[in-house]
């Protein structure tokens, strides 16, 4: 399955604004690292990188399933909603697994909780949402004006 022109095109510039934040995430920390206010691990890097990489695979899968969903109702399958909310469970799950590895993993590596680790590894998960909102800023990505119950979607 091929995705359309602006399905594709939305998913690879959240994928790039995705990237670019867990890029000034990783900066950031180690700003912050060399002013000594935190103390620098290298398990924040990994968990940055992980976070993003897991709700990059969780965006373009709900891209895909999105298309799927818009062909099947061209083909007079299902309807478009049901198609999308197929998928949204196991992408929840999904991410409800990597919360659980990014909080625990290293609780077993160093015996302790160290809160930046998971707060790196968690804050990737808004990352699609903030890329999202500076395309709109940006002009890149045209802002939706119906309300909610007319859009559709996941939830």
């Known amino acids: 399955m091929n995705l359309d022109v602006d399905v594709k095109k939305l998913a690879q510039d959240v994928s790039v604004g995705c990237a670019i934040l867990c890029v000034l995430e990783i900066a950031l920390v180690l700003l912050l ?24 695979f969780c965006f373009w899968w709900m891209a895909k399933s999105l298309q799927k969903a818009l062909d099947d109702a061209t083909n007079g399958g299902k309807n478009i909603r049901v198609g999308v909310a197929a998928g949204y469970n196991l992408r929840l799950l999904a991410q409800g697994v990597w919360i659980v590895i990014d909080i625990f993993v290293p609780q077993l590596i160093y015996g302790e909780f160290i809160p930046l680790i ?38």
């Not at 990188?49 to 897991?54: A, K, P, S, W």
């Open 118 to 155: 998971t707060i790196c590894g968690l804050l990737p998960l808004l990352f699609p949402r903030i890329a999202i909102v500076s395309l709109q800023a940006t002009g890149r990505l045209k802002k939706n004006n119906k309300t909610s119950n007319e859009q559709g979607g996941e939830g």
């Open 33 to 56: 690292s060399a002013v000594k206010l935190v103390t620098f691990n290298p398990l924040i890097i990994a968990s940055s990188i992980g976070g993003t990489v897991v709700i990059v």
